[in-house]
């Protein structure tokens, strides 16, 4: 039962351009979602959150938009930085459980000098 | 950002044998979770475990696992008798609701091979 998922396994994208990450889910109890940035061989490293009672939460040059009617989130990157290459996970929790996080299958997004 | 680290980087064993993985908070926490992440494959919660006991865990986390805070500030996962397909990355990771906040923050992860 894939709760979360990414549909788009791997984007790729000029330095400097946009990227856009998408995440679904199928859960309407699901109330915050975060994405996580991962490396090969190292842990998740927390990005940026949203609380489904926003649509939008930006810090610097990440921008999480939350779609709840679709049942969609996106991340947008801008401008996109090489160091950004990495495998991006959405995940999402509820209030009605210990918070235990459920991830999507991840995008590996290659940003091109 | 809050860190963990997790010990060892690298275990490998021999199936059949058992196997402790650590993380050890930087400060003190009382809520924390595994998870793990078999290769090329989405990361999977494990267990969640609050104020020394479990709260939570999946269908995963069958009678080969356990986890438990022996000395009060080491959290350790055991698996009994691993198995071949328990060759993963296993993370650890602290935060969450209960503790003010819902982001969870992961330590770097433990990489078992089972042969």
Redesign the interface.
């Known amino acids: 039962d894939q709760q979360v998922k990414q549909n788009s396994p791997s984007l790729s994208v000029q330095e400097g351009r946009i990227s856009i990450l998408n995440c679904d889910y199928t859960n309407s109890m699901f109330d915050?979602f975060?994405w996580?940035k991962k490396y090969p061989?190292?842990?998740?490293?927390?990005l940026i959150?949203i609380?489904s009672i926003k649509d939008k939460n930006e810090d610097g040059r990440f921008t999480v938009f939350l779609n709840k009617s679709a049942k969609h989130l996106s991340l947008h990157i801008v401008p996109s930085q090489p160091g950004d290459s990495a495998v991006y996970?959405c995940?999402a929790?509820t209030?009605s459980?210990?918070?235990?996080?459920?991830?999507?299958?991840?995008t590996t997004l290659q940003v091109k000098p | 950002?809050p860190e963990v680290t997790?010990t060892p980087s690298h275990q490998v064993t021999q199936m059949g044998q058992e196997v402790i993985l650590r993380c050890v908070p930087i400060s003190n926490h009382l809520?924390f979770?595994w998870?793990r992440q078999i290769l090329g494959?989405?990361?999977?919660?494990l267990v969640?475990f609050?104020n020394n006991e479990i709260?939570?865990k999946?269908e995963i986390f069958d009678d080969q696992f356990s986890v438990e805070r022996p000395d009060g500030s080491n959290f350790t996962l055991k698996i009994r008798s691993t198995k071949l397909e328990d060759s993963a990355?296993y993370?650890c990771?602290h935060g969450?609701?209960?503790w003010g906040t819902?982001?969870?923050?992961?330590?770097?992860?433990t990489?078992l091979t089972v042969l």
């Open positions: 915050y975060l996580y061989a190292e842990g998740p490293t927390f959150s609380s996970f995940a929790s209030a459980n210990t918070g235990k996080l459920i991830f999507g299958q991840g | 950002e997790q809520y979770y998870y494959q989405k990361v999977e919660f969640s609050y709260s939570e999946s990355m993370f990771a969450g609701r209960l819902d982001t969870q923050y992961f330590g770097p992860g990489r």
